[in-house]
């Protein structure tokens, strides 16, 4: 699985229901409210062998609410052991 990092900014008033269809999507494992630039911030795992801009544009983006995002891919900063 691929380990993405999603904040949506949304637009005035939908913060909370753009948070509730989120969720009710079942595709988050993690979903914060945030300051700052964005409102939301959810932690997605992507199935492996899924396109990750496919995945978040299908399945994500189509909720009404949402004016922008901005995806943050994760890669391993180091290996089990502590090695390289």
Do not use: W
């Amino acid at each position: 699985m691929t380990c993405v990092f999603v904040q949506l900014r949304c637009h005035p008033g939908k913060t909370y229901d753009v948070a509730r269809e989120v969720y009710l999507r079942e595709i988050v494992s993690e979903l914060y409210s945030t300051s700052g630039d964005f409102d939301l911030l959810a932690k997605i795992y992507i199935p492996e062998g899924e396109d990750v801009g496919v995945f978040i544009n299908d399945r994500l983006l189509d909720i009404p609410g949402i004016a922008r995002s901005l995806t943050t891919m994760t890669f391993k900063a180091m290996h089990v052991d502590g090695g390289r």
